[in-house]
């Protein structure tokens, strides 16, 4: 097992992320009107994904990141002709935004504080990516393609950033809904006895 005085700096910075107190006021100030929006009732419990079994924003941010990576490929590989198709992949980008991230605030809202000041961040970096395609979709339909295409470069560069700390909380912190079957399942196999080695065969 690798020493944490060894760990990588980037998970270094994030662990330190986790602790940084000064977080604990932004986001007391945003979760009653999270909890009041997304993350009670019925509305609360879809956007969880209580009836399919697991969150459903890991589906969805796929769709997003998705659409936004291929836009970026059309425009690096694909020529003229794949403007109009780049344009309309960002666009397709900017209308799963907003389900993606109700269904991430339902996931913030039950979220122990420590990853809710990184759920934070995580939310503010994706407002300043989906802040860079919305611009870039802008300059596409001005007929500014170059322009559309750098910026959603620099806007992917910016959902890496989201992302990272979206994967950090949905595999390292497992902040995310899922069926108790699966927790049950789950605690079964760590309670199962290791096999005995096997024994030396005799000669």
Known sequence: MANIEQAPTIVSLTRRLEETAALDRPVQAVEPLV????????????LRGEWLGHAVHPILTDVVLGTWTSA????????????AAAQ???GAGLVAVGPTAWTGWAEWSAAEPRDQ???LVHAVTNAV????????????????HRTGASLALAGSAVTGVGAYLGGHLAV?????????AFAH??????QRPAAAPASTPRR
């Open 35 to 46: 909890q009041r929006w997304f993350g009670t009732g019925a509305r609360g419990s879809a």
């Open 72 to 83: 970026s490929l059309l425009d690096l590989l694909g020529g003229r002709d794949s403007t």
């Open 88 to 90: 309309r992949l960002v």
């Open 117 to 119: 000041r990184v759920g």
């Open 129 to 144: 990516a989906i802040g860079t395609y919305a611009a870039s979709y802008v300059a596409r339909r001005q007929g500014r």
């Open 172 to 180: 390292a912190r497992k902040v995310g809904s899922r069926s108790p």
């Open 185 to 190: 399942d789950e605690d079964r196999l760590l």
